[in-house]
């Protein structure tokens, strides 16, 4: 597998060993630099990952400077014209795309897996009205441990197989319940007549009431959001399920921690955050007062949507999502939108601005995904929850893939420790 070897030579003992670099099936090599402890006593230091591959996957390639991104080798831009949000979690958790009957089967099994257990239910009412939705959300993911003792065994596939089912079918339900309780309305069956977006907005926005009428331009809009969310190789909440997983812990605490880390504002906390710019910054004469923030790196501001670590050149995800913004208020006959206007100004304006041109910043994914959650009528505080809908899939497959690996160790970085040496205790009244 090897294509080109490294030579590192310690300086000071003249002690020289050969590092190979592994040949991925489409990307930069990656050296493996395991023997470096062995051989020579050190450690690598890279902070924040900046050249560090974590794994070995299948699942997802990213090329950041063509702005290329495949699922399972798939262009992206072809499973969110052709695909659905189902499929693509079938293609990334089982590798292929489904047959017409594997995809009935996969689908009728994620039907037969939408309700929760009312006990979850009651969970609830242990959060304040006012809590955050992704709060809700990590404490009743983990909290479902408690509840399949049955399918637990991480090293039986057919368990895992389960909870993958199990938590890509009841995301949606958790999520919802979530948004009932903040609104103080009553809890919403799931419907397994409705595909999946369709039972996602029933739950949101329907009341016992009365019937609830769904939009398919809506559903459908709401599916291509999922399917370009659904994974993102190692991505930082991927990587944490990653981390939690490789303990042997069960999956859904795993899938939990995903959530927690997703919900900061440098990660899926961002698309909430670029709603909050956007009406801080109000009207388009107020751009350049708001970038001028931005580059003066004492205020600490940033521009919420832009900038990737590993995209360069543009996000082929911000691309759809912004041709679909001009379709889908189109189609709700919303396209006099202002705050839509004002990102496209703003991004237009950032795009030719010396600080963002030099330091390749673009708009990622969620530059334009709130304007459409909002047109569809998701609220601004449950943007980051869609977002964790549509990771799980991409969280349950790499989850899968690691455990399924009989090579899985736990993941333990090493540190560069630059605190205090060995000294001796001093007594309190000494000090
Ligand atoms: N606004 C202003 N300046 C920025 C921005 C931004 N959005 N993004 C990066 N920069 C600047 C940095 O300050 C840094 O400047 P410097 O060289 O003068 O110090 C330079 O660009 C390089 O940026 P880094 O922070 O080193 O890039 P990194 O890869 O570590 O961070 C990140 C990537 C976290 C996405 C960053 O661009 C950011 O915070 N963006 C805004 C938040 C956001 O939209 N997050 C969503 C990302 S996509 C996703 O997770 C779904």
């Keep these: 597998m090897a294509t080109r070897q490294f030579t590192l030579t310690d300086n000071s003992s003249g002690k020289t060993s050969t590092l190979e670099a592994l040949s991925p099936s489409v990307g ?21 990952f900046m050249s560090t591959a974590s794994c070995e996957s299948k ?23 052709k695909s659905s949000f189902l499929e693509v979690s079938y293609l990334l958790i089982y590798g292929e795309l489904p047959t017409q009957t594997q995809l009935e089967e996969f689908t009728r ?24 939705p992704m709060a809700q959300l990590s404490a009743v993911v983990a909290s479902m441990a408690g509840f399949y003792h049955d399918s637990l065994d991480i090293y039986n596939p057919r368990h895992r197989e389960i909870f993958a089912h199990r938590i890509i079918a009841k995301m949606p339900t958790i999520s919802a319940a979530a948004y009932k309780h903040m ?35 809506a559903a459908r809009a709401l599916d291509l959001l999922l399917i370009l969310h659904a994974d993102h190789e190692q991505n ?33 906390g961002a698309n909430e955050a670029v709603l909050q710019m956007l009406e801080e910054i109000g009207t388009a004469d107020a751009i350049p007062k708001f970038l001028a923030r931005v580059k003066d790196k004492q205020d600490h501001t940033k521009l919420m949507g832009f900038g990737h670590r590993v995209y360069k050149h543009f996000d082929p995800r911000a691309q759809i ?3 679909t913004c001009h379709q889908v208020l189109a189609n709700l006959g919303r396209s006099d939108n202002p705050l839509f206007e004002l990102a496209l100004r703003l991004e237009e304006i950032a795009l030719k601005d010396e600080y963002f041109v030099s330091r390749r910043l673009y708009p990622n994914v969620d530059f334009y995904s709130g304007i459409i959650y909002r047109a569809i009528g998701i609220p601004q505080s449950m943007f980051t929850v869609m977002f964790a809908i549509a990771r799980t899939a991409g969280w349950v497959a790499h989850w899968q893939e690691m ?28 000090r």
């Design 59 to 81: 699942i997802t390639y990213i090329d950041g400077d063509k702005g290329v991104l495949l699922y399972r080798g798939y262009p992206v831009e072809q499973l969110a014209a």
């Design 183 to 217: 609104l103080g309305q009553p809890f919403v069956y799931p419907r397994n007549d409705l595909d999946y977006c369709s039972n996602l907005m029933s739950m949101f926005f329907g009341v016992p009431a009365e019937p609830f009428e769904i939009d398919p331009i």
């Design 236 to 268: 930082a909440s991927t990587s944490t399920v990653r981390l939690a997983g490789s303990t042997g812990t069960n999956p859904y605490s795993a899938i939990s921690s995903g959530v927690a880390a997703l919900w900061g504002p440098s990660h899926g």
């Design 403 to 430: 455990i399924a690996d009989p090579g899985m160790k736990i993941g333990r970085p090493r540190q560069l420790y630059t605190g205090a040496t060995t000294r001796n205790y001093v007594d309190i009244a000494a």
């Design 321 to 323: 999502i912004r041709e």
């Design 28 to 48: 930069p090599d990656v050296i493996n630099i395991a023997p470096l402890a062995k051989d020579h006593g050190v450690y690598t230091f890279d902070p924040g």
């Design 109 to 132: 099994s994620i039907g037969r897996h939408t309700m929760i257990n009312e006990s979850l239910l009651r969970f609830y009412n242990g959060f304040h009205y006012d809590a955050h």
